[in-house]
């Protein structure tokens, strides 16, 4: 299993290094992560943040203390020109992870959200702003010049199969497919989107505001759409399953079960159906 | 009272800037400061500490949470280009602390002790390696182009009497005369040193070691010689009655008290008695 993740998000906060996606994704594998929040560490303290609030910073970004370790030591390593990809490896080991988590490329690439309020870096637009802003579309600056981090994509070169997560199409799965080479890497290979959309909301994000607002009604059809041809099934809930004949009509696979995850618990259960799902796909 | 700080102990941690002296004026003078350690904050807390430990960073330089926050901040504002000057002055309002505290410079000046077992960075010599190696020299790297801080020239022009605290002579007070214009603007005015020598030893810090390495007999005597004419007066202890004469030859006028401070009210004491001194100096 190798994990490529979106970089986009990265930005500089308070002079530190911050990759929110490369630390979720981390966190959670290592079993660290705050399961209430959906960000940031388990058992967090926030001596720092208090003091830093004290002293007039912006308290737009909460850092817990171990947190902000994290991106102390990253900003460190940057500084001394170790590549992303391999301090997220560092971090890996340190954390006992024993996953293959690369980020997208070491190349820095900016999710700019442009909107009816301005124009905002990623986080000011998600965290800062809440998302409230009307979105008019996205930019990644710098994709154009990246490159894709070292092992990227060899991983996607020999692997059975791509599965597109039910992350955010628009500023999450985008950037990643943006970076020169991926999208051409991927489209060799069976790929598989999940659904972020159930209905026309999402369980969690912005998603279907995001599609709402660039004049597409949200579903898991308008995911399909999306992805186009680089997909050949999507796994979508139960509950769409009147867009299963439209899903076809586009030339891709609905792969329908209860998509809903809540516990750990469901995470497992789905990946196992989808890995069967693979299976009878690949043999039939 | 204007109070005028050495800042070639200032060096760059973690990414971070680290400016111990001004810290530990401003913590002491606001009430923060930690009177077990001598440094760092009084209630601190460790939880980025400990974290950055298990990320395998060093940890010869312990970094409190409050005090991690200082840095934090004031690194942010360097990078903002707020010179250091303006952001003690920033701290002191945010501390509530009615007292001008300023950096001997805005430009960056390093301290650096040649030893028998190489040069280092002060931090390094006093923190790092417990000012264990033989001193063979002191190097302000920098300080031939710096400036003093603005209102330093200015403070030290129309104040009565300059005094030179019990400090360390080599790397803490001689940084400060070594800024170009400060020895010449307190050559005009009544200065007075306070002795950090008691017998042959200092109560705390390498000064009297330093003296010794160099093949100087530490003394209250030695600490006369080594500021010559700049001085008027020196502050010694009771104790130190045999040197009085030595000191006098050098046109130096001995003042004799206890000079030991172990407590805050040893501090006003002493400096009651000096300023009463001073009076009587002044009047003639």
Redesign the interface.
């Given at each position: 299993l190798t994990i490529i993740v979106n970089t986009g998000d990265d930005f500089t906060h308070?002079?530190?290094w911050i990759s929110p996606d490369l630390d979720t994704v981390c966190y959670t594998l290592a079993g660290m992560a705050n399961p209430e929040t959906g960000w940031g560490r388990i058992n967090e303290?926030w001596?720092?943040f208090e003091?830093?609030k004290?002293?007039?910073?912006a308290d737009w970004f909460q850092l817990g203390?171990?947190d902000?370790?994290?991106h102390?030591?990253r900003?460190?390593w940057l500084?001394e020109g170790r590549p992303l990809s391999q301090i997220t490896h560092d971090?890996c080991q340190?954390w006992d992870l024993h996953v293959n988590v690369l980020p997208m490329s070491d190349d820095p690439v900016q999710t700019w959200v442009y909107t009816d309020e301005g124009d905002f870096e990623f986080q000011e637009y998600f965290v800062h702003y809440k998302c409230k802003p009307i979105v008019r579309g996205f930019k990644f600056v710098g994709v154009e010049k990246s490159s894709p981090a070292p092992g990227v994509v060899e991983a996607i070169e020999k692997c059975d199969v791509v599965i597109l997560c039910p992350s955010n199409p628009w500023v999450s799965i985008d950037p990643i497919l943006a970076v020169p080479g991926l999208w051409k890497a991927i489209q060799g290979h069976l790929t598989i989107a999940v659904s972020p959309i159930i209905g026309a909301t999402t369980v969690k994000g912005p998603a279907a505001k995001m599609f709402a607002e660039l004049g597409i009604q949200p579903s898991a059809l308008a995911v399909a759409q999306h992805y186009g041809s680089l997909i050949h099934s999507i796994v979508i809930d139960n509950s769409d399953n009147l867009l299963a004949q439209e899903i076809t009509k586009l030339g891709v696979h609905p792969f329908l079960t209860n998509i809903l995850m809540h516990e750990r618990q469901d995470r497992g259960r789905l990946a196992t159906e989808i890995i069967t799902y693979i299976s009878r796909y690949v043999r039939g």
């Open positions: 308070l002079g530190l303290s001596k720092v003091s830093l004290k002293l007039g910073m203390d171990t902000l370790a994290t102390i030591v900003s460190v500084k971090f340190l």
